[in-house]
């Protein structure tokens, strides 16, 4: 592996080095993950430097402590044979890189001390949602990453699940509600999931009964706010945004398919190479919160943006998923790295206030429709829902109908 990388003098130095099996071994799992060339020769280097300072042997168990204690040393002139000391960014690579080689050969020890993650109690909670609750993965991941903020918070303050009170849950959530970074809605929802755990604790006999139905969500309506979208306009000047490269060709299909389709985070991530029909012009669109597959017609300027996408910018080889990170180790994108993607973008064109993520552009979609005077049934179906009650607070901001029924006559009513 490493005469594919460094030149015959460097590569003949790493191959004479120890550990030069499972350096090279961890070597070749990076570049089946899309590491490149540069990426790789960077990591190799580090690893090079681990083994020497530490006198590194096969078996070992190191502590990441002892990983921080040989970046010090690498960091310093000597140690880099440089003129000046590394920047905290490169050392902060250095121990990134040494702890990822670590762990893959199994050799890590786990720091004394350390809140051990995730939990078992976590990991049990997450089988019984999938397992007797059959959630959805979405939910499922919802629902495990409010119940592993409250076990973080738990283990800040010292407290374990036997000797838990109703006085810590309200302590936890009202401490999340002052911090000022989260919604009404979120902290409502964040209480609610807490609940759950709680429950589910309680079954389990980690905690004492009777916490769960103690645990009171702050109240909130669903239809209270108005939905958070951006402006049609703001809509058109994104996806005219141009660019080359394979991460704007990747962008681009993006956003078509969230301001055209109105889709969901999950759903995008969800799309695969086989969900297109391109002989008949359709997408196949797999939602997992209702739990239902979805057909759309393929528009030529979504269909175009994808193909352009899937011709001159995805990565081939690492599956059948639509959309993949742009660069290693190379991986199909998630929910949480769309939402970058639409913030970032829309930051780009200058819209830096108000809700950004992926929900605003579906948000822009169903207002769209409803400014041209699409029935709220439609638009339902439209979004997926299956309750006509979650279309219905569109009806707010239907500003043109409203002044109709605000123009109407009713003297004679009174």
């Not at 168990?61 to 490169?90: Q, V």
């Not at 607070?393 to 029924?405: C, N, S, W």
Request: charged letters at 25%; proline letters at 5%.
């Amino acid at each position: 592996m490493f005469q594919d990388i460094f030149l015959p003098p460097a590569a003949a130095k790493h191959r004479d080095a120890p550990l030069a099996a499972q350096r090279a071994d961890y070597l070749v799992h990076l570049k089946g993950t899309g590491a490149s060339r540069a990426n790789l020769r960077k990591q190799a280097n580090a690893h090079l430097n681990l083994v020497r300072l530490l006198d590194l042997r096969d078996g070992d168990r190191i502590h990441p402590r002892n990983i921080e204690a040989a970046a010090t040393l690498w960091s310093e002139p000597r140690g880099r044979r440089s003129a000046t000391p590394a920047t905290s960014k490169a050392r902060q690579r250095f121990v990134s890189h040494c702890i990822a080689l670590v762990r893959y050969l199994g050799w890590l020890e786990d720091a004394e001390g350390e809140f051990s993650w995730p939990p078992p109690e976590l990991q049990a909670y997450e089988r019984w949602l999938r397992d007797e609750r059959g959630l959805a993965n979405a939910s499922i991941e919802s629902y495990g990453r409010a119940a592993g903020t409250f076990l973080q918070h738990l283990d800040q303050m010292g407290i374990r699940l036997d000797t838990l009170e109703v006085t810590d849950i309200d302590s936890i959530i009202g401490d999340e509600h002052q911090r000022g970074s989260w919604s009404r809605r979120t902290i409502h929802d964040f209480a609610q999931r807490v609940r759950s755990f709680v429950g589910f604790a309680e079954k389990r006999g980690w905690c004492r009964p009777g916490l769960a139905a103690g645990t009171v969500a702050p109240g909130y309506r669903a239809d209270e706010c108005l939905p958070k979208g951006i402006k049609r306009q703001d809509v058109e000047r994104l996806l005219a945004s141009e660019g080359q490269r394979p991460v704007d060709r990747r962008d681009r299909a993006i956003l078509m398919l969230f301001a055209s389709f109105g889709l969901r985070a999950g759903e995008v991530a969800g799309l695969s190479l086989d969900d297109f029909d391109w002989e008949n012009e359709l997408l196949r669109v797999h939602c997992p919160k209702p739990g239902r597959t979805h057909l759309w017609p393929l528009s030529q300027e979504v269909g175009g943006a994808i193909l352009d996408y899937i011709r001159n910018g995805r990565p081939t080889g690492f599956g059948r998923s639509l959309f993949f990170t742009s660069c290693a180790p190379i991986r199909p994108l998630g929910r949480k790295a769309l939402g970058k993607i639409v913030r970032d973008r829309l930051a780009g064109i200058g819209v830096v206030s108000g809700r950004r993520g992926p929900h605003a552009l579906r948000h822009a979609a169903a207002q769209h429709l409803l400014d041209q005077g699409v029935a709220m049934k439609v638009i339902g179906d439209f979004l997926g829902h299956r309750d006509p009650t979650s279309t219905a607070i569109y009806a707010k901001v239907d500003l043109r109908t409203l002044r109709e029924v605000a123009a109407l006559d009713l003297e004679g009513l009174v």
